[in-house]
C-alpha cells in the first residue's frame, strides 16, 4: 500500500508542479491546490499507515493495547488542510482581482513589476514606438497622502 | 508558563482585535497600532534582559512536558530578533501613521501589519518545527494581503510571484517537515537535536537539511531563489516595503541559523559549503542587479538580497565568531533596511517619482533627509564608525581565521560595489539638479503635506538612523551580545536542557 501512495504522490508532485508552470493563472491555482494534497498525503503515508486499529485507550487501561496508528501526522495534516484552504482561497481572489486589473489572464502579460524601464529618447523608430504602445506599461505610481479626518 | 515568552505574541494579536473592531476610525487604529507596537517593543525588551539574566527561558504550551507540548523558548538569539521586531514594528507604525491613506487603513492595515507582527514574534520564540511552520503561515498570509492591499496593478502583479513562490517553498517546508517526523519520531527541536545524530540514516538527514535549505532559502531570498523578491518588495506602499524589508527575510535567515546550528550539524563539509557558496553568489548577483536599476526601490530591493548574503555567510563559516558577526549583521541590516526604505517613501512624496532618471535636486529642498539616507547607506556598505563597518569587520576576520579566503574577498568586493550604488542613488536624487521635465506634482504634494505628518514620518527614520551610529559607536557591548548569542548556538546542550529541565 506505502508503494503506491508513493506513486500517487509522486504523480500528483508532477502534475501539480506542472500546472504550475502553465501560463494560464487558473492552472496555477489548480497546481498549488494539488501540490498542497500532494504533501498532505505524503505526511500521511510517511507517518505509517497502520490499518483499522485507532489510537483508544480501552477503559479501565491506561495504554492502548499493542501496535496503533500514530495521530499525530493526522493532525499535522489537518492543519495543513485548513491552511491551504485559506491560502487557496486567498490565491482565488487575489487572480480574480488581477484579472480585473490586467484584463489578462496570461501570466506573461504580468511582467511589469520586472523589466527595467526603457530608456526614454526621442530618436525612436516607429517600430520601436508601436512595440512600445502594444506592451503593458506599469501603473504610475499613487502618491500617498494622509488626509485629515474630519 | 513563563508569561513573557507569551507576550510577545499576545499583544499583537490583542491589537489586531482591538484595531479590527475600530476598523471605521482610522485616529482610533492608528493610536491603537502604534500602543500596541510600542508594547510589543516593551515586553521584548523585557524578555531580553529576562534573557540576560536568568539564561534561556522555555515554557510548554498546555504544560505537556517537553517533547509533547509545544515548547516556546528564548534564548539570546531569539530575543534579539524579538526585541528588532518589536522596534521595526513600532517604527513602520509611527512611519503609517504619516504616509498610509484612509482607504487602506479601512481595509486593514493596521490589523495586518499587527497579525504580520504576531506571525513573527511566534517563528522567533518557536521550539517546535511544526510550529514554526504554522507561524511562517501566519505571516505569509497576512504579508500576502498586505502586498495586494490597494490593488493597483504593479502590486496585484508583485502579489501573484509573492504568493505562488513562497507557497511552494511552505509546500517543500512541510514536505521537510513530514519526512522529518517520520525518520525521527518528534517534532520539537531540542528532542530532534538529541535524536538526529542517533539515526540509522545520516545520508537522509542531510538529505532533509538540504530541503530545509531549500524551503528557507526561498524565503531568505538566496542565491537561485531571490527572484520574487525584486519583482515584488517595490510594488506596495514605503511603510509595507519597509516593514518586509526589515523582518520577513530574517525570518527565513533566522530560521536558517537555527536550523542548521541545532539540528543539521552532522555533515558541515558540506551543507555549510553549501550554504557559504551560495552566500557569495547572493552577494555578487544583487549588488549587480542594484546597480542596473533605474528604480529607486527596485535597486533597494536588490541591496536587501546582496546583504542576506552576509548574514548567511556567518553561517557558512560556522565558526563562534563567524556566527556572532552573522548576528551582528542581522541587527543592523534589519535597522538599515528598514530606514532606507521609509527614505524612499519620502523620497516619492517629494520628488513624485521612483525612477532615478526623473529625481533631481533633493538637496535643496530637504537636506537633512539626504543625512538621514546616508546614514544607514554607508551603514550599509561598512563605513566606519557606523555598525556596518563593525559587523563586516567581524564576518571578514572570522572569514580569514578560517581560511575562507574566496569568500572575503567576494565580500570585500561587493561592499565596494554597494558603496559604488548607493552613492550613485544619492548623487542621482539628492545632488543632480532637478531634471527640467520633472513633473511638478511632486512639489504640489510637499505642500499638500501638513508639517505634522512630515515630522511624524522622518521620526522614525531619525530614529533608526540615529540607533546605527550608536550601535557602531556601542560596537563593544553589542557584540559582546552577539557573542554570547553565538555561544548559546554553538553549544546547544544548554538550549537542550532547558527545554527539558522542566517548568522555569
Same mark, same amino acid.
Given at each position: 500500500?506505502? @508503494?503506491?501512495?508513493?506513486?500517487?504522490?509522486?504523480?500528483?508532485?508532477?502534475?501539480?508542479?506542472?500546472?504550475?508552470? /502553465?501560463? !494560464?493563472?487558473?492552472?496555477?491555482?489548480?497546481?498549488?491546490?494539488?501540490?498542497? !494534497?500532494?504533501? !498532505?498525503?505524503?505526511?500521511?503515508?510517511?507517518?505509517?499507515?497502520?490499518?483499522? /486499529?485507532?489510537?483508544?485507550?480501552?477503559?479501565?487501561?491506561?495504554?492502548?493495547?499493542?501496535? @496503533?496508528?500514530?495521530?499525530?501526522?493526522?493532525?499535522?495534516?489537518?492543519? %495543513?488542510?485548513?491552511?491551504?484552504?485559506?491560502?487557496? %482561497?486567498? %490565491?482565488?481572489?487575489?487572480a480574480y482581482r488581477t484579472y480585473q486589473a490586467v484584463a489578462s489572464d496570461d501570466l506573461d502579460d504580468m511582467k511589469s513589476t520586472d523589466e527595467l524601464p526603457r530608456e526614454e529618447t526621442h530618436e525612436l523608430t516607429e517600430t520601436y514606438d508601436e512595440a512600445r504602445q502594444s506592451e503593458p506599461t506599469m501603473a504610475e505610481p499613487v502618491i500617498e497622502t494622509q488626509q485629515a479626518p474630519a | 508558563m513563563n508569561v513573557l515568552l507569551l507576550l510577545p505574541i499576545l499583544i499583537p494579536l490583542l491589537t489586531a482585535i482591538i484595531t479590527l473592531l475600530f476598523h471605521r476610525q482610522s485616529r482610533v487604529q492608528q493610536i491603537a497600532g502604534v500602543g500596541g507596537a510600542a508594547a510589543l517593543f516593551g515586553a521584548a525588551s523585557a524578555l531580553l534582559v529576562a534573557v540576560l539574566r536568568d539564561g534561556i527561558q522555555a515554557g510548554q504550551f498546555g504544560n505537556w512536558p517537553a517533547p509533547f507540548g509545544i515548547t516556546f523558548?528564548?534564548?539570546?538569539?531569539?530575543?534579539? +530578533?524579538?526585541?528588532?521586531?518589536?522596534? $521595526?514594528?513600532?517604527?513602520?507604525? &509611527?512611519?503609517?501613521?504619516?504616509?498610509?491613506?484612509?482607504?487602506?487603513?479601512?481595509?486593514?492595515?493596521?490589523?495586518?501589519?499587527? &497579525?504580520?507582527? +504576531?506571525?513573527?514574534?511566534?517563528?522567533?520564540?518557536?521550539?517546535? &518545527?511544526?510550529?514554526?511552520? =504554522?507561524?511562517?503561515?501566519?505571516? #505569509? $498570509?497576512?504579508?500576502?494581503?498586505?502586498?495586494?492591499?490597494?490593488?493597483?496593478?504593479?502590486?496585484?502583479?508583485?502579489? $501573484?510571484?509573492?504568493?505562488?513562490?513562497?507557497?511552494?517553498?511552505?509546500? #517543500? *517546508?512541510?514536505?521537510? =517537515?513530514?519526512?522529518?517526523?517520520?525518520?525521527?519520531?518528534?517534532?520539537?527541536?531540542?528532542?530532534?537535536?538529541?535524536?538526529?545524530?542517533?539515526?540509522?540514516?545520516?545520508?537522509? =538527514?542531510?538529505?532533509?537539511?538540504?530541503? *530545509?535549505?531549500?524551503?528557507?532559502? &526561498?524565503?531568505?531570498?538566496?542565491?537561485?531563489?531571490?527572484f520574487w523578491l525584486p519583482a515584488s518588495y517595490h510594488t506596495p506602499p514605503a511603510a509595507i516595503s519597509a516593514l518586509f524589508a526589515g523582518l520577513l527575510t530574517k525570518v527565513g535567515v533566522y530560521s536558517l541559523i537555527r536550523t542548521f546550528t541545532l539540528l543539521f550539524v552532522q555533515d558541515v563539509a558540506y551543507t555549510h559549503t553549501l550554504i557559504l557558496i551560495a552566500a557569495g553568489l547572493t552577494m555578487v548577483v544583487g549588488v549587480l542587479g542594484a546597480l542596473v536599476q533605474t528604480n529607486l526601490r527596485r535597486a533597494l530591493s536588490f541591496l536587501i538580497v546582496s546583504h542576506i548574503g552576509f548574514a548567511v555567510m556567518g553561517l557558512g563559516i560556522f565558526t563562534p565568531f563567524a556566527l556572532a558577526g552573522a548576528v551582528f549583521y542581522i541587527v543592523e541590516d534589519m535597522i538599515v533596511l528598514t530606514a532606507l526604505f521609509m527614505v524612499s517613501g519620502v523620497i516619492q512624496q517629494l520628488g513624485g517619482s521612483h525612477d532615478l532618471r526623473e529625481l533631481g535636486g533633493l538637496y535643496k529642498r530637504a537636506p537633512g533627509l539626504a543625512i538621514l539616507f546616508l546614514l544607514p547607506a554607508l551603514s550599509l556598505s561598512g563605513i566606519p564608525p557606523l555598525s556596518g563597518f563593525f559587523a563586516k569587520l567581524a564576518l571578514l576576520r572570522a572569514g580569514l581565521e578560517s581560511g575562507q579566503y574566496a569568500i572575503v574577498a567576494t565580500a570585500l568586493a561587493v561592499s565596494l560595489l554597494t558603496l559604488l550604488t548607493i552613492m550613485r542613488i544619492w548623487s542621482e536624487v539628492f545632488w543632480k539638479p532637478a531634471p527640467r521635465h520633472a513633473k511638478a506634482r511632486g512639489a504640489i504634494s510637499a505642500i499638500d503635506h501638513g508639517h505634522r505628518e512630515a515630522l511624524l514620518g522622518r521620526m522614525p527614520i531619525a530614529a533608526l538612523a540615529a540607533l546605527t551610529v550608536i550601535l557602531g559607536l556601542a560596537a563593544g557591548p553589542v557584540f559582546d551580545l552577539a557573542t554570547a548569542a553565538a555561544g548559546q548556538l554553538t553549544q546547544p546542550d544548554g538550549y537542550i536542557q532547558v527545554v527539558f529541565g522542566g517548568r522555569p
Open positions: 500500500m506505502t @508503494v503506491v501512495l508513493a506513486f500517487v504522490i509522486g504523480g500528483l508532485f508532477a502534475v501539480g508542479l506542472y500546472l504550475m508552470l /502553465r501560463r !494560464n493563472f487558473a492552472k496555477l491555482i489548480l497546481g498549488l491546490a494539488v501540490l498542497t !494534497n500532494a504533501v !498532505n498525503l505524503l505526511i500521511f503515508t510517511v507517518g505509517g499507515l497502520t490499518r483499522a /486499529r485507532p489510537p483508544l485507550v480501552p477503559a479501565g487501561e491506561t495504554a492502548p493495547p499493542g501496535i @496503533v496508528a500514530d495521530p499525530l501526522p493526522q493532525a499535522l495534516i489537518l492543519t %495543513a488542510i485548513v491552511i491551504g484552504f485559506g491560502v487557496l %482561497a486567498f %490565491a482565488m481572489v487575489l | 523558548v528564548a534564548d539570546l538569539l531569539s530575543a534579539i +530578533m524579538v526585541v528588532l521586531a518589536g522596534l $521595526i514594528g513600532l517604527t513602520v507604525t &509611527i512611519y503609517s501613521v504619516a504616509t498610509i491613506n484612509v482607504r487602506r487603513t479601512m481595509f486593514g492595515y493596521y490589523p495586518l501589519v499587527h &497579525i504580520l507582527l +504576531m506571525g513573527v514574534c511566534g517563528a522567533f520564540l518557536t521550539g517546535d &518545527i511544526f510550529n514554526l511552520y =504554522v507561524w511562517f503561515e501566519v505571516l #505569509l $498570509i497576512a504579508s500576502f494581503v498586505l502586498m495586494a492591499l490597494g490593488g493597483e496593478r504593479g502590486q496585484l502583479e508583485g502579489a $501573484i510571484k509573492y504568493v505562488t513562490i513562497n507557497l511552494f517553498s511552505s509546500a #517543500l *517546508f512541510l514536505v521537510a =517537515v513530514g519526512i522529518l517526523y517520520a525518520e525521527a519520531g518528534t517534532l520539537n527541536m531540542a528532542d530532534l537535536a538529541r535524536r538526529l545524530p542517533t539515526l540509522p540514516q545520516q545520508g537522509l =538527514v542531510t538529505t532533509l537539511g538540504v530541503l *530545509f535549505l531549500v524551503a528557507f532559502g &526561498i524565503k531568505a531570498a538566496f542565491f537561485p531563489l531571490f
